[in-house]
C-alpha cells in the first residue's frame, strides 16, 4: 500500500514539451471538434500546449506565431487559414530554429523547407467525391430539371476566400464534373462564398432562391454548416430540401447527419477533424530528432441517407 500511494503522488510529471498552436477560429462545428481534439491530444500526449485563437484573421496567425517564437517554445503548429502570406513568418520561425507543423489547411510557400511536416485532409479529394456522389445519384435516381430545361442546375456554396479547403473542393468538384461523360447534363448556375458558416451560408443561398427560386436543383456545399444554413433558406421558400433540391455537403458532422436522418439533406463527404493524436506523435518524433513523412493525409468517407443512420451512433464529432 505504501508503495502504492508513492507512486500516486510520482504522477505529476513535467510537460515534456513546450507546444504553441494557431488555431483559426471557431467557423464551424467542424473546427470545434479540431479544437477539441488538439486540446485533449495535447493532455493525453503530456504537451504544455499554448493554443491561440486568430478569430478568422491571418495577421492573428502570424502575431500569435510571433510571440511563440519570442517564448521559444519547442515547435509551432497552426492551421493557414488562407493558403498564402506565410513566407516571411515561417522565415523568421527558421531563424530562430523553431520547427514548424501545418496542421489541416494546406500552404503555398516559397520553400518547402520552412514546415517540416503537414498533416491534413485532401481536399481535392473531397471535391471530386461530392461531385462522383452527385453524378451517381442523378444518374440512379433519373434526376430531370425541375424547370423543365435541359440541365440540371448546381448552385455552390463556397468556403472561405484563399482557404485550401474551399479551393482544393471547388477545383476537385470541378474536374470531376468535366471529366464526367455525364458533363453536359449540368449547368453550375451560382458559385459564391459562404465562408463556411452556418449564417452566410443562409444569406448567401437565400440570394440564389431569390434569382432563381425554380431553377436549382442541386446545392454543393463546401462545408455542412452553409449547407445546414442553407436548408433553413430553402424551407424558408416553400421548397423541400433533399427533394426539389439535393443537397451535398463536406465534413459529416452530426449537424449533418441529423439532416440526412430528417430527410433534409442527401450526403455529406467526410473531412476528419481528429487530428490532434497524429499533430502530437509526429511532432515529438521532430522534437526527438527521427524521420517524419514530410505530408500526411487522414483517412475519409462518404455518407448518406443510405447509411447516415447506421453511421450517426459511432460518430465522434
Ligand atoms: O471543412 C470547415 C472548416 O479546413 C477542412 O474548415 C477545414 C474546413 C472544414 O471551417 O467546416
Not at 496542421?103 to 503537414?118: E, F
Not at 449547407?227 to 433533399?242: H, W, Y
Not at 449537424?255 to 506523435?281: H, R, W
Request: aromatic letters at 8%; hydrophobic letters at 40%; proline letters at 3%.
Amino acid at each position: 500500500a505504501a508503495l502504492a500511494t508513492t507512486s500516486m503522488f510520482a504522477q505529476a510529471v513535467e510537460p515534456e514539451y513546450t507546444i504553441g498552436f494557431s488555431q483559426i477560429g471557431a467557423e464551424s462545428e467542424w473546427r470545434t471538434a479540431n479544437t477539441n481534439d488538439v486540446k485533449a491530444a495535447a493532455v493525453k500526449h503530456n504537451i504544455d500546449l499554448k493554443f491561440s485563437d486568430a478569430q478568422q484573421k491571418q495577421e492573428n496567425q502570424i502575431k500569435a506565431i510571433r510571440t511563440f517564437i519570442a517564448q521559444k517554445v519547442d515547435l509551432i503548429g497552426f492551421v493557414p487559414i488562407v493558403a498564402t502570406g506565410w513566407d516571411n513568418i515561417l522565415r523568421e520561425a527558421k531563424r530562430a530554429k523553431i520547427p514548424v507543423m501545418i496542421m489541416d489547411r494546406d500552404l503555398t510557400v516559397s520553400d518547402d523547407s520552412l514546415y517540416v511536416a503537414k498533416i491534413g485532409t485532401d481536399s481535392y479529394a473531397e471535391g471530386r467525391k461530392a461531385f462522383d456522389w452527385i453524378d451517381n445519384y442523378v444518374t440512379q435516381n433519373n434526376l430531370k430539371p425541375r424547370n423543365g430545361g435541359d440541365k440540371l442546375n448546381i448552385v455552390i456554396l463556397e468556403g472561405t476566400v484563399g482557404a485550401s479547403a474551399a479551393t482544393g473542393r471547388s477545383h476537385g468538384f470541378d474536374d470531376a464534373l468535366n471529366e464526367s461523360p455525364n458533363k453536359g447534363r449540368y449547368n453550375i448556375l451560382a458559385s459564391q462564398t459562404g465562408d463556411f458558416t452556418r449564417a452566410k451560408g443562409q444569406e448567401v443561398m437565400e440570394s440564389f432562391l431569390k434569382s432563381y427560386r425554380d431553377d436549382i436543383d442541386i446545392l454543393f456545399s463546401q462545408n455542412d454548416d452553409m449547407a445546414l444554413g442553407a436548408i433553413q433558406a430553402i424551407e424558408a421558400a416553400g421548397l423541400k430540401p433533399s427533394k426539389d433540391i439535393v443537397i451535398v455537403g463536406c465534413d459529416a458532422v452530426k449537424g449533418m447527419f441529423q439532416a440526412m436522418i430528417d430527410g433534409k439533406a442527401n450526403a455529406t463527404v467526410e473531412c476528419n477533424p481528429l487530428q490532434g493524436d497524429l499533430f502530437f506523435t509526429t511532432a515529438k518524433k521532430i522534437l526527438k530528432g527521427e524521420p517524419v513523412e514530410k505530408s500526411v493525409y487522414v483517412d475519409e468517407g462518404v455518407f448518406d441517407t443510405t447509411n447516415a443512420k447506421e453511421a450517426f451512433a459511432t460518430r465522434q464529432y
